[in-house]
């Protein structure tokens, strides 16, 4: 089982990002989904999440700017990013499969840069 992130980059303030997660090796239909990231020298911390009826929630940062979706068929998660601040400059990760407090799978990161 494997989680693709990408789609991370450099982008001034102010500008838009697409992440995309991309499953492979089971399907994640029935699960929810849901974006991390990690700043350099701080805790990884919640972004946003999708349940697998389309329910969504967000971190108060992300709420208003970020935007997570999902395509089942594709077994993809979406998060766009518009009005980029540079306190999003961070590494984001996507997960799988809540079970309790934690995420059963995880993907490797993508690094997403804002400049002022």
């Known amino acids: 089982v494997q989680l693709q992130a990408f789609g991370g980059g450099l982008v001034q303030a102010g500008g838009s990002l697409r992440l995309s997660c991309a499953a492979s090796g089971r399907s994640f239909s029935s699960d929810a989904m849901a974006w991390f990231r990690q700043a350099l020298g701080k805790e990884r911390e919640f972004v946003a999440a999708i349940r697998s009826g389309g329910s969504t929630y967000y971190a108060g940062s992300a709420k208003d700017r970020f935007t997570i979706s999902r395509d089942n068929a594709k077994n993809t998660v979406y998060l766009q990013m518009n009005s980029l601040k540079v306190e999003d400059t961070a590494v984001y990760y996507c997960?799988?499969?809540?079970?309790?407090?934690?995420?059963?799978?995880w993907g490797q990161g993508t690094q997403v840069t804002v400049s002022s």
């Open positions: 997960a799988a499969h809540p079970s309790g407090t934690t995420w059963g799978f």
